[in-house]
């Protein structure tokens, strides 16, 4: 193990899984869909919404 390994898993144990990520940086589907209709309603803008979500919220 070479002196960079230890800060590689050192800065892999800080950020945690994408799990985590994610649940923190969560959208609501009333902030998504007014993104997603701001942006000519583009599928690269749902967040994970469906179309028939993002409609509804608007």
């Not at 940086?25 to 998504?32: G, K, M, P, Q, T």
């Amino acid at each position: 193990m070479g002196l960079f390994d230890r800060f590689k898993s050192k800065a892999n144990d800080d950020i945690g899984d994408d799990e985590d990520y994610e649940s923190d940086e969560s959208l609501s589907v009333w902030d998504a869909a007014e993104i997603w209709a701001s942006n000519g309603k583009d599928e690269d803008y749902m967040f994970g919404y469906t179309e028939e979500e993002l409609e509804d919220a608007l």
